[in-house]
């Protein structure tokens, strides 16, 4: 039995459902539906689709919807969700409007997904910058206790949507000319990101840190079900696709930068880049490697977060520097939803439906 998909938005996330939806074995009915603000034919991951413009009877008769459309008072998820569930259908949402609220489950499938169960019919997928963070602190804390994090993010323009792409193109192309009178919409992001870095990502809050700051502070605390003290500063930088962390961590228990190292390859979904590279152009016998955005486009790594620098800090008793980047589009935000649509299947929460059917990437959750 093949299960009937809504998809809401048909943005920079959207279109990555869509794709991730093609490329992974999953028993649905094709092509999904796919729904935004207004009607026209759009080119979604190399196929050709009517999207339509959303509607009381967007959600008529389907199993799942996968919202990824804006947010606040007139998004997606805040406007349609009541009509979606009551249909009958099971909605997994990339926005923040409903992340904190607790009837709510807010899922990382490798660390959390056994908190969903069978009356959950809102499901929240975290924020881009927590979701990789999460990924690599879950195997730290299970071995040793995480107590405290300091994290500083590099976070790429896509990250806001697809506008925010298009004005890094824009400014970089007039900024090769001249850096006075750049053009910029401020409501995107708070100055031009062309050969720049803008440490502001949302709103400011009365402690001074941004919602996205908070964001990584209350949704980790959340998934992790653990008091960990968090300190974040998030960054926007001209990078198009791909999130970087900088991520100093304190635990309970000592922990070497082997042991880690050995943690993090062993998680699921994580790949460790952090091996000596003597081969290195550079002559330096010392040399390891590590991930960096661009990464994020080879196939081996696109869906995986990937972690190098890993080291102890000599500054406390038991610290680690690590650093993780991950395409904030696949693992933070579309894959991460369709890993949890895929966990719900493997559960048999899909309407108790339980089809015929295993992941070929086996997602393992682990509690912690
Ligand atoms: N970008 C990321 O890295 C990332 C990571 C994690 C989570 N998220 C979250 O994922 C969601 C989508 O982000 P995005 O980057 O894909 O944004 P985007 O590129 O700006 O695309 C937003 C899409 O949502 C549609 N939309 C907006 N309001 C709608 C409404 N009320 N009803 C139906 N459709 C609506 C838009 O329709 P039109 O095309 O008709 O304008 C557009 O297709 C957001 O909640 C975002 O916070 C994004």
Known sequence: ???????VGVGMVGEQIVSILKER???IEWPPRVCATRERVEILAGDKYRVEEISLDSFNGADVVLFAGKEGANGASVS???RATTAGAICIDNGKDFRLAPDVPLVVPEVNMATVGPNHRFIASPNCSTIQMVMVLAPLHRAAGVKRVVVSTYQSVSGWGVRANQELLNQTHYALKSFNGIPYDPTIMARPIAFNYIPHIDKF???????????MVWETQRIMNADIKISATTVRVPVLVGHGESINVETERKLSAA???QLLADFPGMVVLDQPDPDNLRNDRRE???PVAQDVHKPEYRDAVLVGRIREDPTIENGLNLWCVADNLRK???LNVVQIMEGLLERGLLNGRRPAWRQKNPTLAIEV
């Open 205 to 215: 809050f009365e402690n001074g840190y941004t919602g996205e700051e908070m964001k």
């Open 25 to 27: 074995n999953l028993p």
């Open 332 to 334: 933070g935000a579309a």
């Open 259 to 261: 042991e880690a190292r």
């Open 288 to 290: 390891r490697t590590y």
């Open 80 to 82: 349609w969700r009541a």
């Open 1 to 7: 039995m093949s299960l009937k998909v809504t998809v």
